[in-house]
């Protein structure tokens, strides 16, 4: 990408934006503005008017997509061609969602019929919890699951889950024990009845260190209360795994596939068994229809109408070109508060990289910071710095009907939703044209930029077409690139690091110090510290 006369063009593009005369004030005057930069598919409205960019920048960058083949690796990732090659293997979050059933290559059949047995077992799996006949050691109902897992095992669930539950009742509660934090735990014991508690352990090794640490603490728990394992326990893994093992029996397992990485995996079995459980299968499999939607219209879409291809092409301009290090995801709902958190880690896990697929250092790195708070809150938080401090752009996400449906009044002659949406359209207004001001301290610059997605609604649907609408669009600007988005090594370092200090811990914990190597000054004053309580 970087040696393509399109990006060398789009240079050349830069230094004419920077000019005065296409500050946004001005590019948002044109009448036919939005209808020039916008796209809409049924059910989702993406707006980047609001974007530095012109006619020639966008043809540019439409011509850069068909350069580095974007489109034409997306087929090859939908047919099951290994495009993590890193780790030699296919990225087929798509098909757990019944996307392109035709377009799997002949080898790969088996993969639908495998995880068709897994969604067969989860729809009748959750119908006997629901119908009680699936109950805990006492014979009770299960009201309540706790999703036991970090990561990408629990972070799109939890999105999806808040997102959904404004507009139907749990069948049963979900809770998420993602940190090792002893307080994530203890909190959560406060929420729930033993006897009707289930808890789902998510882990595709069965070995990650935090989730085995707390899997320990709920078989205390479960042996504290002379509960049986057997009969409160569900696991989540690869097929053959230490937690699919007949010798620890549990109530139920139920398979992650290779070909599915964490981060992308809300559509299989990792969000499919505790959505199911909370809301019926038949909400989780709506869900599916609209991730599948949006599947395939990133999949057959020109590039010139396609929504995700031309986010992640305006992400590579602000980011590449106009060299903006970070993006802020503002959804204008509460009930998406768990977004922003998920996009974070599918995006920066996915693209933050320094070298390209053939180990090549990259001109610069890729990806950028990716943060974000629900509006009205963040105009409170960190929108001084938004409007007057470093410049970067920000997605807003307005939804048309909120979940609530009771009774409302309004304040100051609008309902609540409507005054959400007022404060939408003003944040969208308000950072491109900026303000002229005698005091230079309520002196906006303006030229700030934004786009803004629209989705009617909460339904299952709507939730599945925003989630692959931010998959497709990490894919895509991953390829462009050049990178793996679906391989994750910057993890690894802080946990090999992490193994030696526990040692040193246990060591300590159990009275036998080994004699090795001495920790390092700042180790070993963290360690005094923590056995001791304080801080000398």
Known sequence: MYDSDSFNT??????RMNTPEFHLKHLIKDPCRLTDFSLNIPGFFYDFSRQRLDNSVRQTLNTLAGETRAKEKFVQMAAGNPVNPTEKRAALHTAARGFLNS???????????DIRTVARNIRIFSQDVHKGRITGTRKKKFTDAVIVGIGGSYLGCEFVYKALKP?????????????????????????????????IIVSKSYTTTETMANLTQVQAFLNRHHLNPEDHLVTITAKGSPGDDPSNPVLASFYMFDFIGGRYSVSSAVGGVPLSLAFGYDTFEQFLIGCAQMDRHAFQAPVQENIPLTAALISIWNIQILKYSAQAIIPYSSALSKLPPHVQQVYMESLGKSVDIHGTPLPCPAGSIVFGEPGTNAQHSFFQLAHQGPAFPVEFIGVLKPG??????????????????ANLIAQTQALAKGR?????ARSFSGNRPSSLVVIPDLTPESVGLLLSFYE??????????????????????????ASGIRRQMAEKNAGTPSGGTPPDPVTAFYLKALFNGRID
């Open 10 to 15: 789009l240079k050349t593009h830069a230094s």
């Open 103 to 113: 377009g799997l290559k002949p080898e790969n059949t088996q993969i639908l019929s």
């Open 167 to 199: 507009g139907r009742h749990p069948k049963i509660n979900l809770h998420f024990l993602s940190n090792v934090d002893i307080d994530n735990f203890g909190q959560i014991l406060t929420r729930i009845e033993p006897d009707t508690c289930l808890w």
């Open 404 to 421: 609530y449906t009771g009774d409302q009044v309004t304040s100051k002659g609008v309902f609540n939703h409507q005054e959400l949406w």
């Open 436 to 440: 002229d001001h005698e005091d230079p």
């Open 472 to 497: 497709a669009r990490t894919v895509f600007e991953g390829f462009m690139l050049n990178i793996n988005p679906f391989d994750q090594f910057g993890v690894e370092l802080g946990k090999i690091l």
